[in-house]
């Protein structure tokens, strides 16, 4: 008797990527694709109806809802499929908000297929793989604590990069904008800067934001 195939969902909004991703876990025994999703929207519902194992997820679907709100929705109900984050990001940005959102693994796409299907193997056993760069982030924060940006001030942060002024971030991010600013300072303490202009510019040197 030989062991059932491990059932994928592809969620990516590029075509290209999902056929490429396709062509290689398929040409992998014991793995079977058998849906794909160009949106987060679609991820979700395709996952509930019982025949996916793993997920295999991208994070940014450009509007609507993120690869990650997408991996808490998916994990959140019973019996729920794995969730394999397959995206080009690996900044603190990204990578903290999925793995809060139960996320089983975290795969860059350039890695190479035999570690992409490995990882979906363990994905599927319930174990977790991380990109050595994932991997190197979440140790170092636990290391350093008090120097690790939350998440919260990382998302403060994201948004001044985006060029929103403390009032703004306050409204996105339903705070007072004296919250925004403890926040702020906090940044500047860790970060050993003095101004928002520094904090950001050190914050995307050393891997917390993405460069935009």
Do not use: Q, W
Not at 110 to 138: E, I, K
Not at 172 to 180: D, K
């Amino acid at each position: 008797m030989t062991d059932a195939p491990i059932r994928l969902l592809l969620a990516d909004d590029h075509p290209v990527v999902r056929a490429g991703l396709r062509a290689v876990l398929e040409t992998e025994p014991g793995l079977v694709v058998v849906a794909e999703a160009a949106t987060a929207e679609a991820a979700v519902a395709r996952a509930t109806e019982g025949d996916i194992d793993v997920v295999l997820m991208d994070l940014r679907f450009g509007p609507g809802m993120t690869g990650a709100e997408a991996t808490a929705a998916i994990t959140a109900r019973p019996g729920a499929p794995r969730v394999l984050i397959v995206t080009t990001y690996d900044t603190d940005a990204d990578t903290l908000p999925a793995i809060e959102s139960g996320a089983t693994g975290y795969l860059l796409k350039d890695a190479p297929p035999d570690d992409l299907a490995a990882a979906v193997r363990t994905a599927a056993a319930g174990r977790t793989t991380l990109a050595p760069t994932v991997a190197d982030r979440l140790l170092t924060r636990m290391r350093m604590p008090d120097v690790a940006l939350t998440r919260r001030e990382i998302e403060v942060l994201v948004l001044v990069a985006d060029g929103l002024s403390n009032r703004a971030v306050a409204a996105r991010l339903h705070l007072t904008e004296g919250t925004v600013k403890s926040h702020l300072a906090r940044c500047y303490t860790k970060l050993g800067v003095d101004s928002r202009t520094a904090a950001v510019a050190t914050a995307t040197d050393i891997g917390l934001i993405r460069r935009r």
